[in-house]
């Protein structure tokens, strides 16, 4: 079986995603934001142009994916959404691995989404797609490799304690933990810049003041970010000693946790 190549940047095929145009009309009220059928269609796209370094970042993901890959074993993507990370991984992967990719989301559309893609091209390992909500608790079994990206931050605080506790139990040794967080400055003063020149970042990249503006309202009571320490200090807490920085843009940050 030969390891799928694709555009480690997230797309599969030369297909181009539809343009993320959530919030360009102003709305009398703003919801908090969700996953569901509006933010999947558009959700590719809405990750090339707010998540900086966005391929790069699926590049690295995938590298040390296959790293820690370990045969007969499960490689977790948790709040997988259209799956752009299992497509990134099986870029790196040896051919014919026996490995199961396992997603999990709480977004059926999502699911949907990642479904129809891998099925459309003929994704070469073996993979299960299933509902969950992070919050609620989940179930982690031999696994050598569990992804986070920018899921984290989504899982109100009170649960992530328990979600690390979770992923470090089902864990194998040699495993590890791979995280992609929005992340706060450590000081106010670095945390101000920071978000100032991510919102510049995503002017560059077409989105107008009043989409900047409508979206970071929505997500306000939905993305709780921690300071890098912080989310370092849940990995010691759930067992992980060997911890180490992979990422770092302005407030996004990369993080690998291994299992001795």
């Given at each position: 079986m030969t390891a799928l190549k694709t555009d480690v940047a997230s797309r599969p095929s030369a297909e181009v995603p539809p343009q993320d145009k959530l919030f360009a009309a102003p709305r009398k009220r703003i919801d908090d934001f969700n996953f569901g059928k509006e933010t999947a269609a558009v959700f590719d796209d809405m990750l090339n142009r707010s998540v900086p370094y966005y391929g790069e970042i699926q590049r690295m993901v995938g590298e040390l994916t296959a790293d820690f890959a370990q045969e007969k074993t499960a490689i977790y993507d948790l709040g997988c959404s259209t799956a752009n990370s299992f497509f990134a991984a099986a870029h790196f992967m040896k051919p014919g691995q026996d490995v199961q990719f396992i997603g999990i989301d709480n977004s059926k559309e999502m699911l949907d989404k990642s479904r129809r893609k891998l099925e459309e091209t003929g994704f070469p390992y073996a993979y299960d797609l299933r509902m969950g909500d992070m919050n609620?608790?989940?179930?982690?079994?031999?696994?050598?490799?569990?992804?986070?990206?920018?899921?984290?931050?989504?899982?109100?605080?009170?649960?992530?304690?328990?979600?690390?506790?979770?992923?470090?139990?089902?864990?194998?040794?040699?495993?590890?933990?791979?995280?992609?967080?929005?992340?706060?400055?450590?000081?106010?003063?670095?945390?101000?810049?920071?978000?100032?020149?991510?919102?510049?970042?995503?002017?560059?990249?077409?989105?107008?003041?009043?989409?900047?503006?409508?979206?970071?309202?929505?997500?306000?009571?939905?993305?709780?970010?921690?300071?890098?320490?912080?989310?370092?200090?849940?990995?010691?807490?759930?067992?992980?000693?060997?911890?180490?920085?992979?990422?770092?843009?302005?407030?996004?940050?990369?993080?690998?946790a291994f299992k001795e």
């Open positions: 609620h608790g989940i179930g982690i079994d031999n696994a050598s490799v569990v992804l986070m990206s920018l899921t984290l931050q989504f899982v109100r605080p009170l649960h992530r304690d328990s979600l690390l506790q979770t992923i470090y139990n089902g864990l194998k040794p040699n495993g590890c933990v791979i995280l992609v967080e929005k992340v706060l400055g450590e000081d106010s003063t670095f945390n101000r810049l920071f978000i100032k020149h991510y919102y510049e970042y995503k002017a560059r990249n077409g989105y107008s003041e009043m989409e900047i503006s409508q979206k970071r309202e929505a997500l306000e009571n939905v993305l709780i970010p921690y300071r890098l320490e912080e989310n370092k200090e849940l990995l010691r807490r759930a067992g992980f000693s060997s911890i180490d920085i992979f990422f770092k843009w302005y407030n996004f940050c990369g993080i690998i």
